[in-house]
């Protein structure tokens, strides 16, 4: 049997005391097998950046458990949590985040700075990054120079190149216009198809669609996950 | 995340803000420069008068009028020193060689229609002796044109070419106060002393000069502005010292604070030392205090540098830098920023004093100890206030930073 990539246990994420206290997540369990391809929805509000952020290691619960291939994340120092974030998670956000002084091809580079990889690999390894999302020829391109969904691609390729085991996105087309989203889908269906767990959280059903499974939210907590409705289709014909 | 990784980055950022980086480097620059130029200067004042005082030779004693408390309290000396004390002490100090008595006044010179301005100075013939001041053409007035209150004077070098140029002086008439003299002498070219042209100046007899210049001969003694004196050799200026002093007390009755005092050249070199060490001192304090002006600049830049960076710092987390990568990049931005500031400042407080030295009588030069503190302090001050900024970058929480837009 394989080890889920992600295990959420009673996670709980609460903000502030008292009157003002949010309870963001409220005792959230979910598990995600290794090459799933996964959607989290649920009304705004409901906590699905919440989850994303813990499972992407950018925050800690407040109370539950959560095994990241296996490994308790809560007895792992600051760290040994960056490491994690560094070698196993491959985060894209809506805002696509790349550093403006830096162009495409270093932006790319910077998550094997921090890994410690030499300069004419990383140099390699981003080309075919850049490349795997169609941007082999933006490499010096600065941020400004591209276009949203280009961008997007570059934050794809750096959120790839240290070959993760898990891509999360958080509204990875919210920004972007239908023609470039499907662009963008597509560049993730070839990465889950070559093995990579992705979990996405998306507003729009027709991005939802184009994933395998689709876990919903609402107050805080999972309320219903089942196939996405292409995934349904097709084990409908094989049923 | 290896050194030289963090540099480039760090180099990277820093010229992407080109603008920012030179203003916060400014205040090193300046303070460096300042450090260097102000204590160079400093030195400079302090070996230029001590040379002033060791070209008298370590023979010289000094005998100013004045108490201690009227010295230290008004700068009008009262004058109670005499040609009389001048000639007691040389007649009955035995470790003494020569004593030259001066006064002096500053006078309009006229020669035909040129006039000067100068400083005209009655002394003694041992003058020449005690000041190793010779004449360059003639002859110096002697013991009976003293006695003899003869109108003869011996020009500067400087103030000769004034008045006469390239003519001969030898020999013509000059007017002082509209008194004529004859010129017999031309004095060697001597240079300045603390400041005072010795060779755009007028020598002439104490006793003309008391008489018919300054008008100040009375019955009880033709008062003088300051007697110098030579020590028969080094090892006697002490026994002068002390001899003069005790002699100068039982002539001028002094029974409780000397109204005079005797300085060796010893003396006057200490104090030079004393004076010029506290202003070396104290210029070094100022310039140090804009440098640490400087380094508060970094800090304040780097702070508003880590708030306006905060999302980069929050991606750069996200993607796996952790805290210490965060920590170290401050803070050798804030190092590169200081260590240039350091260099350039450096540079121009070295360009600094060598045109002082060039241009002016203090003997400014660089002081290597200076450059090491400055370019240490500098560098130790972009670390230092580098580190709180670095902190406060370091300790963001990543998802907090991402989401500050
Ligand atoms: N830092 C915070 N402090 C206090 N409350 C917070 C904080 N972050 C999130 N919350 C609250 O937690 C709840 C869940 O927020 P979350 O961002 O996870 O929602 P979401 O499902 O991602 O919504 P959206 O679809 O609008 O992005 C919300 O009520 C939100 O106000
Ligand atoms: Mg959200």
């Known amino acids: 049997m394989t080890q889920p990539i992600i295990r959420l246990e009673d996670i709980s994420k609460i903000y502030g005391s008292g009157n003002t206290e949010v309870r963001a997540l409220l005792d959230v369990n979910l598990v995600v097998e290794p090459g799933e391809y996964c959607a989290i929805m649920g009304p705004s509000g409901s906590g699905k950046s919440t989850a994303m952020n813990v499972i992407g290691c950018l925050d800690r619960p407040t109370s539950g458990r959560y095994y990241l291939d296996g490994v308790d994340v809560a007895g792992l120092s600051d760290t040994e949590l960056a490491h994690v974030r560094n070698r196993k998670i491959g985060f894209v956000f809506q805002q696509f985040h790349l550093l403006p002084q830096l162009t495409a091809m270093e932006n790319v580079m910077l998550p094997m700075v921090y890994a410690g990889i030499s300069y004419n690999e990383r140099r390699q390894r981003a080309e075919e990054a850049l490349t795997r999302v169609g941007l082999a020829n933006r490499l010096s391109n600065k941020p400004t120079q591209l276009s949203g969904g280009q961008q997007q691609r570059v934050a794809i390729a750096r959120a790839i190149v240290n070959r993760p085991v898990m891509l999360l996105a958080d509204e990875p087309t919210g920004a972007l216009d239908s023609q470039t989203t499907q662009e963008v889908m597509a560049i993730f269906a070839e990465l889950n198809t070559s093995g990579i767990t992705v979990v996405m959280v998306t507003h729009e059903p027709d991005v939802a669609r184009l994933t395998r499974r689709i876990v919903w939210f609402r107050d805080g907590q999972v309320v219903h996950s089942h196939l996405a409705p292409s995934e349904l289709s097709q084990t409908a014909v094989f049923s | ?405």
């Open chain 2, 1 to 405: 995340m290896d050194m030289l990784e963090s540099v480039k980055m760090a180099v990277k950022t820093l010229t992407a803000n080109k603008m920012r980086s030179t203003l916060t480097m400014l205040g090193i620059i300046i303070g460096n420069a300042s450090v260097i130029t102000m204590v160079g200067v400093g030195q400079g004042a302090q070996r230029y008068a001590s040379e002033q005082f060791e070209s008298l030779g370590p023979n010289v004693l000094f005998i100013i009028p004045g108490s201690d408390d009227a010295r230290s309290n008004s700068f009008d000396l009262p004058r109670n020193l005499t040609l009389e004390d001048a000639e007691a002490i040389a007649n009955q100090v035995p470790s003494v060689e020569a004593v030259a008595a001066q006064l002096q006044t500053q006078q309009n010179v006229t020669y035909r229609n040129r006039t000067a301005n100068t400083l005209v100075l009655g002394t003694t013939p041992e003058f020449t002796t005690v000041r190793s001041f010779d004449v360059e053409r003639g002859r110096f007035f002697t013991d009976s044109d003293v006695q003899r209150n003869t109108r003869v004077a011996a020009l500067g070098s400087e103030l000769a070419e004034k008045l006469f140029g390239t003519a001969n002086p030898i020999g013509e008439q000059i007017r002082i106060r509209n008194v004529s003299f004859q010129v017999i002498a031309v004095m060697q070219e001597k240079g300045a002393f603390l400041g005072n042209n010795q060779d755009d100046t007028v020598i002439i007899p104490l006793t003309t000069m008391s008489n018919r210049v300054t008008g100040n001969t009375s019955p009880y003694g033709t008062e003088v502005t300051v007697i110098s004196a030579t020590a028969r050799d080094e090892a006697s200026v002490n026994a002068a010292q002390f001899q003069i002093s005790n002699l100068l007390r039982l002539r001028h009755k002094v029974t409780t604070q000397d109204d005079f005092v005797v300085r060796t050249q010893k003396d006057a070199l200490t104090i030079v030392g004393n004076v010029t060490g506290a202003l070396t001192l104290m210029l070094a304090a100022i310039a140090g205090i804009s440098l640490f002006v400087g380094g508060i600049g970094i800090m304040n830049i780097m702070l508003v540098s880590v708030r306006e960076r905060t999302q980069e710092i929050g991606l750069r987390k996200a993607i796996g830098a952790s805290r210490q990568d965060i920590l170290v990049q401050f803070i050798i931005e804030a190092t590169i920023l200081a260590a240039i500031g350091g260099v350039v400042g450096t540079a121009i407080g070295i360009g600094g004093v060598t045109l002082i030295g060039a241009t002016t009588p203090l003997k400014a030069g660089v002081s290597t100890t200076a450059v090491i503190l400055a370019v240490g302090v500098s560098g130790t001050i972009g670390l230092f206030f580098g580190v709180f900024p670095a902190r406060q970058a370091a300790k963001l929480d990543p998802i907090v930073a991402l989401r500050s837009a």
